[in-house]
């Protein structure tokens, strides 16, 4: 089979969940899809996040600014000269007037559905990309059906094009460690004995002010690891009533995200709003139990082996939560069917079906 060019547009490589979804992507084709050759599209500053593939990609460095208006027109030139087979972008922004095919990833639409930073002119913008995205990409990945049944309503001209292709976990990193390696963590990072653990943003969607009402209700010492520090602080000056009881803990690796999730006695998480929602599915991977949302996409990554509870429902969220904190037996029936759960999942099998759209598409 003739080597085929697949171009990527990795600018978002280090941002929040996105970048977590295209680094696994391109570790598991770089380990297994020796007919693939990558050229791929970054930050100068964000090369080194691509050092792992560099033997099998050309790396070129593309500083135009993301969500302007220069972003949309400056890759034919590059795509045109390396010959590239199908153009990838892992986020809904699809450059105008490509020369190759196109695939392109709406995680969710969050930007139409909820208020976002922009207000008015970012929600417009979103919905023009977006349109565009729809008509003129040759398929549209997204990661649950909860978001492709979104698509379908906002923009039901492309539904044809649309595809579920879920987001993974990589179970070499998630999964139950040994007591002692937690232990000495937990001393590492000056962790509570027993605590609830929060893991992501802290945007109003996210809904953190559940956070401390949980805290407050169980008395229980809170863990929040997040990379939204004003959004932290602002948290905090509102926890009066549990200061003591609320800390902040940075990880600098997924090996230390993994340790945490294992150090947790639950994971809670009371998002409003979810494409797909990771953090619950790496807990459960690790063996922690979980009590979350029951909105949105969560019901299909959690299955049947979390708690889940009305976010909006501020005495079923904190009875939920109250259920498994207080109830060793239920812990250990979460934390068996959570492993099940989280089983399921695999970045390999995701990037396998998308490699498998991409022959589709290109004709390989």
């Known amino acids: 089979m003739q080597m085929k060019t697949i171009a990527i547009d990795c600018r978002k490589i280090n941002d929040g969940g996105i970048g977590t979804y295209l680094s696994n992507m391109l570790k598991c084709w770089s380990n297994t899809k020796t007919d693939l050759r990558f050229v791929l599209f970054c930050h100068p500053k964000d090369r080194g996040s691509l050092e792992f593939i560099k033997d099998r990609a050309t790396i070129l460095d593309h500083d135009y600014s993301k969500y302007s208006v220069r972003e949309l027109f400056s890759f034919r030139k590059p795509l045109i000269e390396y010959k590239a087979d199908l153009f990838f972008s892992p986020h809904y922004t699809l450059p105008f007037n490509l020369p190759c095919k196109s695939i392109v990833v709406i995680h969710d639409l969050i930007h139409l559905k909820l208020p976002v930073k922009g207000g008015i002119i970012g929600r417009t913008y979103a919905r023009k990309m977006i349109k ?6 040759d398929n549209v990945i997204t990661v649950s059906e909860y978001s492709k049944n979104d698509l379908a309503e906002y923009f039901p001209d492309y539904s044809s094009k649309y595809k579920v292709i879920e987001n993974g976990v990589d179970h070499d990193i998630f999964k139950p460690l040994p007591e002692d390696i937690i232990s000495q963590f ?16 802290l945007k109003p969607h996210k809904n953190p002010k559940a956070l401390l009402t949980i805290s ?9 690891c997040s990379n939204d520090k004003e959004a932290y602080k602002r948290l905090a000056q509102s926890a009066v009533s549990i200061k003591n009881r609320l800390s902040l803990v940075n990880t600098n690796s997924h090996e230390e995200l993994a340790m945490l999730y294992n150090a947790a006695d639950m994971f809670f998480f009371p998002s409003l709003y979810e494409g797909f929602g990771l953090p619950p599915l790496e807990a459960m991977a690790c063996g922690t139990p979980v009590a979350c949302s029951n909105i949105a996409s969560l019901p299909e990554v959690v299955g049947d082996s979390a708690v889940t509870f009305t976010p909006n429902n501020q005495s079923e969220m904190i009875n939920a939560a109250k259920s498994v904190w207080d109830d060793n037996e239920r812990q250990m029936t979460l934390i068996a069917g959570g492993l099940k759960q989280a089983g399921k999942f695999s970045w390999g099998k995701s990037a396998d079906r998308l490699y498998d759209l991409f022959m589709e598409v290109i004709g390989g």
């Open 132 to 137: 565009h995205a729809g008509k003129n990409a």
């Open 186 to 201: 937990k001393k590492e990072k000056s962790l509570p004995e027993k605590f609830i653990l929060y893991v992501g943003a």
């Open 216 to 224: 407050s209700a169980l008395e229980a010492d809170l863990v929040v």
